[in-house]
């Protein structure tokens, strides 16, 4: 199902396990847009923005995907016409601490964390990390601008919000965010511009 560009990317990983995601990854993303678009999947062709997020340019342009991975999960979201980014983690505890806290939330996303009782403290934290990650993806800005620009609720017990994109709430309200469901021990979030969407969710079997 791969791509001969896809097939020498796989075997530049040195390691097999990464080489064998890497190739389950994209083989199931060509099975998934070429079901969508009941084109063989042979003839699906990408491309990359100058911000380096990857695109589909054949046979059609309006689908836009992305992709996230951790351990042996992968994350796929497909959505048509409108930028759409997914982020998908591994729970690891002890993360929060002041050096990352202070890299990752703002101000007041950190007076917010404080808030909450230590044991909330690490599911907050990625709560907090797989929402701005899945904005910076949609917006194609994650090697531009700093995840602290990016303003979220922190709260286990409230939804997902986006409160603000580099200071500006009315950026902000053009983004749909919201938290996936997924396995235990991971948490998973989704960003999709506008808000007219039904989101539904599949697993691959």
């Known amino acids: 199902m791969l791509s001969r560009e896809e097939q020498q990317r796989a075997e530049n990983y040195s390691k097999t396990k990464d080489r064998d995601r890497f190739i389950a990854a994209r083989g199931i993303l060509r099975a998934l847009l070429s079901h969508y678009l009941n084109v063989r999947s042979a003839s699906l062709r990408f491309g990359v923005f100058a911000n380096g997020k990857p695109i589909l340019t054949a046979p059609v342009t309006w689908l836009n995907f992305n992709l996230s991975h951790s351990q042996n999960l992968g994350l796929f979201a497909i959505a048509r016409d409108a930028a759409v980014g997914v982020d998908l983690e591994w729970i690891r505890f002890g993360l929060a601490e002041d050096m990352i806290l202070a890299r990752t939330f703002s101000s007041r996303e950190l007076a917010s964390l404080r808030t909450l009782p230590a044991l909330a403290q690490d599911e907050a ?13 949609a917006t194609g800005l994650g090697l531009t601008m700093e995840m602290a620009q990016v303003e979220v609720s922190l ?29 235990e021990g991971y948490k998973a979030a989704l960003a999709v511009e506008g808000h007219s969407w039904i989101v539904r969710c599949w697993r691959w079997i």
Request: a neutral charge; hydrophobic letters at 50%.
């Open 125 to 137: 934290f990625f709560l907090g990390w797989t929402r701005k990650e899945a904005l910076l993806k």
């Open 155 to 183: 709260n286990p017990a409230q939804p997902a919000r986006l409160l603000a994109v580099a200071g500006s709430a009315d950026e902000a309200d053009r983004w749909l965010l919201s938290d996936l469901p997924t396995v």
